[in-house]
């Protein structure tokens, strides 16, 4: 896999991605932050040597690099999933190419349901701790050892340090922000009744299809992460509703300001 990651990094670094500090992978609906990125240059998945492509429709495939924050940083603009059909290897290929660039701080956002009853869609919650439900690992292959340390110790996956400034930011700036445990199935199905039942008994606070994969792979790099949740939908299973796709996205953008408030303004500390 190093020589994958090795031609992708050179391909990008001759076509203007040099020395990012910060990557960000952003969720379903939340683009943008990218209005407020200076484009040094940016590239489609499908012109990457190596990299998988885009299949969801509201993920465009597109990596971008510029300056955000006084930082120089790299955005994946869409990614990838399980349910695409994809390995967890090819899920996480980009975190491997953007710390082969240089980035040295992680940030991740998706979209995901709440299951605590406290928790509204519109609202954020900063992931604290993470449930892995996606039957694999990204780390579980021959070979692994060559590229780091096998067995990642997990007991902390998400940086205290970012984790706590991003909190001290929402409270600077009057943002509603949750923190929990976030649950990661493979989708692209929603869940029964039964399943948010169990995902609640299970300690999960909010559910998504995405993430999780990423952050293993981040620990295993020894790169610092965190990794922000927008709510789109509640889940309550005695009062479930037929989720609607646009009814998510709509929510996304809803939270989106909020989101872009508290990695805008964590960007500088890092």
């Not at 465009?60 to 059909?85: D, S, T, W």
């Not at 694999?136 to 940086?159: Q, T, W």
């Not at 989106?256 to 508290?262: A, C, K």
């Amino acid at each position: 896999m190093q020589k994958y990651i090795d031609e992708s990094a050179a391909f990008l670094r001759d076509r203007g991605f040099g020395e990012p500090e910060v990557g960000i992978i952003l969720g379903t609906g939340l683009g943008k932050i990218l209005e407020d990125v200076e484009v040094i240059s940016e590239m489609s998945y499908n012109h990457i040597p190596n990299f998988p492509t885009a299949t969801v429709e509201f993920h465009h495939g597109k990596l971008i690099f510029g300056n955000l924050a006084g930082k120089k940083v790299i955005l994946m603009q869409g990614r990838f999933h399980v349910y695409e059909g994809y390995t967890l290897n090819d899920v996480t290929f980009p975190v491997r190419v953007m710390h082969a660039l240089g980035i040295n701080h992680l940030l991740v956002s998706n979209a995901s349901g709440a299951i605590h009853p406290n928790f509204r869609k519109g609202e954020l919650m900063l992931i604290d701790d993470h449930i892995n439900l996606q039957g694999g690992s990204p780390l579980a292959y021959r070979g692994i050892e060559k590229m780091g340390e096998r067995f990642v110790d997990m007991s902390a996956p998400y940086d205290p340090q970012m984790n706590a400034t991003i909190e001290e930011i929402a409270t600077r700036n009057g943002i509603k922000l949750h923190k929990g445990v976030y649950a990661s199935v493979v989708g692209p199905q929603l869940e029964t009744r039964a399943e948010y039942r169990y995902l609640k008994i299970i300690g999960a606070d909010a559910v998504g299809m995405s993430t999780v994969p990423e952050i293993i792979v981040a620990n295993h790099l020894q790169l610092p992460v965190a990794a922000i949740s927008v709510l789109t939908d509640e889940c309550d299973p005695d009062n479930l509703q037929p989720v609607n796709i646009q009814e998510i996205i709509a929510m996304a953008h809803k939270a989106e300001p909020d989101l872009i408030t508290l990695f805008t303004q964590l960007i500088p500390t890092l």
